[in-house]
T-cell receptor, first 115, second 115 residues
Framework: AQTVTQSQPEMSVQEAETVTLSCTYD???????LFWYKQPPSRQMILVIR??????QNATENRFSVNFQKAAKSFSLKISDSQLGDTAMYFC????????????FGKGTHLIIQP | NAGVMQNPRHLVRRRGQEARLRCSPM?????VYWYRQLPEEGLKFMVY????????ESGMPKERFSAEFPKEGPSILRIQQVVRGDSAAYFC?????????????FGPGTRLTVT
């Protein structure tokens, strides 16, 4: 079974700073997908960014980018020019490329952006 | 295009009662997933359904929990004889057929409180 580990329960940075959230995972598969979801106080789960394991290029979505290290099984999220609206829980998730389709989530990192 | 709809948003049940949670997927989506989020935890996969079929229920408790996704109407997650430990947020997600990627779009969740 796959596992996803987020080792930072909480992080706090000043507005406009850059912050990196870490995520590691464990799998024996070669083909899989990785996601970062944001959960603001409204509790709605919002997809932030997605990475296919077969792609070497790191995914980027505006101020959000990832550092995907397949050999190290690491998938960190970088938020540039952080904004107050980025305050939320952030969850890293793994999806198998075949077979089971449920996402495996980490326990989350509570990110607080200070004004 | 409306997003994933879940109702009710909040549900209070006494121990021993039944809870029915409903999920309407996004238009055109034929895959539905149910997840449970306990306080201070990430989401845990419960069950994956397509229309009229349960594809993967490996995360469902063996007793008291059932799910369906009929040909017409919403998907239903049913919890019989609820206990205090069932108190959690239950999220539904849907996806189109999109090869193996099957990006999942989440609803706002139903918060179940068992008194």
């Amino acid at each position: 079974a796959q596992t996803v580990t987020q080792s930072q329960p909480e992080m706090s940075v000043q507005e406009a700073e850059t912050v990196t959230l870490s995520c590691t995972y464990d799998t024996s598969e070669n083909n899989y997908y990785l996601f970062w979801y944001k959960q603001p106080p409204s509790r709605q789960m919002i997809l932030v960014i997605r990475q296919e394991a077969y792609k070497q290029q790191n995914a980027t979505e505006n101020r959000f980018s990832v550092n995907f290290q397949k050999a190290a099984k690491s998938f960190s999220l970088k938020i540039s020019d952080s904004q107050l609206g980025d305050t939320a829980m952030y969850f890293c998730a793994f999806k198998s490329g075949g077979g089971a389709d449920g996402l495996t989530f980490g326990k989350g990192t509570h990110l607080i952006i200070q004004p | 295009n409306a997003g994933v709809m879940q109702n009710p948003r909040h549900l209070v049940r006494r121990r021993g009662q039944e809870a029915r949670l409903r999920c309407s997927p996004m238009k055109g989506h034929s895959h539905v997933y149910w997840y449970r989020q306990l306080p201070e935890e990430g989401l845990k996969f419960m069950v994956y359904l397509q229309k009229e079929n349960i594809i993967d229920e490996s995360g469902m408790p063996k007793e008291r929990f059932s799910a369906e996704f009929p040909k017409e109407g919403p998907s239903i997650l049913r919890i019989q004889q609820v206990v205090r430990g069932d108190s959690a947020a239950y999220f539904c997600a849907s996806s189109p057929w999109d090869g193996a990627r099957r990006e999942q779009y989440f609803g706002p969740g139903t918060r179940l409180t068992v008194t």
